[in-house]
Structures are given as structure tokens and as C-alpha cells.
């Protein structure tokens, strides 16, 4: 149980170091933290994760959290994150936006 716990912490820590406008996949998460369980850090974002930005966490196509899209792409439009020029513009269907990985991801200098 303890190292579950710490590795929801370790989780939680990466995602607060994630600057507005930036995002991080479920899987950069998790290869920050040496792991290849995206799907783990997923778990800990859905149960924990509301005590940080989530949105700046997406899945590895650009699309926002899964049953959040609609609250997510209004962060993503009040931070200036970069979107996909086909969905960029505010009319767009919130289900359909996808964050511009090539812009947009971010990398923490952990050092």
C-alpha cells in the first residue's frame, strides 16, 4: 500500500510542475517517474487528481481527459494551449478537440 501511495504522490508532484498552457500524456507521466504505467497514473489522476490541474494530463492523441472534454478545452482556452488548427476555434465541438502535442508538451527539467 505504501508504494502505491507514493506513487500517487510522485504523480500528483509531476502534474503541479506542468505550466499553464503546457500538458504532459497519462505516459510522459509516467516515464518521468521511470514507469511505462500510464494506465496507473491515469488511475491516480481519476481519484486524486482534481487537487491539481488536471487538464494539463491528456491521452497521447491530444484529447482531453475522458468525461471532462467540455471543462478541460475551456482551461486549454483560458491558458493559451496550443489546439489543433481544425478544432481551434471556439464553435468546435468540445469532443472533438485535441491539443497540439508538437506545441504543447511539456518536459520537466527534474535535475
Known sequence: MSDELDF?????AVVELIPPGRVMTYGDVAATLGSRGARAVGRVMAESGGMVAWWRVIRS????P????TDAVAHYRAEGTPLRA???HSGADPMSVRVDLARARWEPDLD
Request: negative net charge; glycine residues 18%; without cysteine.
Open 8 to 12: 500517487a504522490g510522485a504523480v500528483l
Open 61 to 64: 492523441d491530444g484529447r482531453p
Open 66 to 69: 475522458a468525461g471532462h472534454e
Open 86 to 88: 481544425d478544432v481551434a
